[in-house]
């Protein structure tokens, strides 16, 4: 079953976004926005576990999302994500080819 990585709880509902796959929150302590390198330690302890089939889960804070995405991309060759849309969750995909 694939995993949905959720950067950190917001206190939102994402119940609906286990339609996708277990449910993994990456931190559970307060980031400082302009933090990167902390960022980057802290997932890409969080992400060890991840597959290629796996999500992520767009949500937190911006900088959040794009080290995240960047680690998954630079391991996989391509990322999975979930956007909340009109009520719910939409995935798309980004297949990553070489220059």
Not at 12 to 19: C, E, L, Q, T, V
Not at 40 to 46: I, N, Q
Not at 88 to 98: I, T
Request: proline share 4%.
């Amino acid at each position: 079953m694939p995993k949905v990585f959720i950067l950190s709880d917001g206190g939102h509902d994402y119940s609906p976004a286990k339609h996708y796959g277990e449910l993994v929150f990456c931190t559970d302590e307060i980031i400082r926005r302009d933090d990167v390198a902390h960022m980057f330690r802290v997932l890409r302890v969080a992400l060890a576990d991840a597959e290629p089939g796996d999500f992520l889960l767009i949500s937190s804070l911006s900088s959040m999302c794009a080290v995240a995405a960047s680690i998954l991309s630079y391991q996989f060759g391509e990322l999975h994500l979930l956007i909340y849309k009109d009520g719910h969750y939409v995935q798309r995909d980004l297949v990553l080819e070489e220059p």
